[in-house]
């Protein structure tokens, strides 16, 4: 088994995902997976032969074929789109061999090491060093998001949320369009950028001490316009509670009425995997 137990990823600091992540093929096949969220107790089960299976497979990730060794039934429980690709019968299933050159390895890495020990990266530690970047948790997000995998999504999101806030950082144009480019249609990690945007156009202050900021995003009509009708819809809908002082960072969750788990994937009535 690549070794992803034992030490803490740190991801390269890429600038952007370019639209490298994705194929056609491969996005057109997610798609078509059912999303709902898995019972979230198979991730507290130790991880005994039983869950392990004493099967190996082999991932070739990327165009140098970064290869993973992983149980396959740990990999096949756990996210619905190594299930569909391992189905029995498959090819894949007969050879025990995946090659997934539109992936990015680095990614990857993060994700094998949630599936076996549920770990993402995270800023809220008082080492300095090394710590994650927006542009890393997006390039996971976007990842476990076409791998199926909605309990990581939230985890990082909540992540995400927290690199803003502690490292001072703002979302720009680029930022947004990277997003719309590698999500799906109603991803929540495109809602949560709108949201944010949709705050800091809206808030006085910036209105009248960074006018040439809120004049980039207005040109998302031409560049990325479904990011702009996201925006527009948020204000209309949070508005008036979005202007309030209470409101920090420009951080939607500070928003009266809305709670992180409004830019979760799971259902209200399911556990919120960033609670237990």
């Given amino acids: ?30 798609k078509s997976l059912d999303r709902s969220a898995p019972d979230l107790s198979i991730y507290s089960q130790p991880l005994t032969p039983e869950v392990l299976g004493n099967e190996i497979v082999k991932l070739f990730v990327g165009k140098k074929r970064k290869e993973f060794t992983v149980h396959r039934k740990l990999l096949c429980d756990r996210s619905k789109f190594f299930a569909e690709a391992f189905k029995s019968g ?16 680095e990614p990857m890495a993060g994700v094998i090491d949630y599936l076996y020990r549920r770990y993402v990266p995270t800023v809220r530690t008082t080492n300095s060093h090394h710590l994650p970047t927006g542009v890393q948790f997006r390039k996971l997000y976007y990842l476990a998001e076409k791998l199926c995998l909605p309990s990581m999504m939230d985890k990082l999101l909540e992540e995400l949320k927290h690199c803003h806030i502690v490292g001072n950082t703002f979302i720009t144009t680029r930022s947004v369009s990277d997003v719309y480019n590698n999500t799906c249609e109603n991803s929540k990690l495109r809602l949560y950028y709108a949201a944010f945007v949709g705050i800091f156009i809206l808030k006085k202050k910036y209105k009248e001490k960074s006018i040439q900021e809120a004049e980039k995003f207005a040109e998302m009509a031409f560049s990325c316009p479904q990011a702009l009708r996201d925006v527009i819809l948020f204000q209309a809908k949070f508005g008036a509670k979005a202007t309030r002082s209470s409101v920090r960072h420009n951080d939607p969750t500070t928003i009266e009425g809305i709670e992180m788990c409004y830019f979760h ?12």
């Avoid at 030490?7 to 997610?30: P, V």
């Avoid at 994937?265 to 237990?276: G, I, L, M, S």
């Fill in 1 to 30: 088994m690549t070794d992803t137990t034992q030490n803490t990823i740190i991801l390269s600091s890429d600038q952007s995902l370019n639209g490298e992540a994705i194929t056609q093929q491969s996005s057109d096949a997610s």
């Fill in 90 to 105: 498959s090819q894949k299933a007969k050879e025990g061999v995946m090659y997934m050159p539109e992936y990015d390895p």
């Fill in 265 to 276: 994937t799971h259902k209200p009535d399911e556990a919120c995997p960033c609670r237990e």
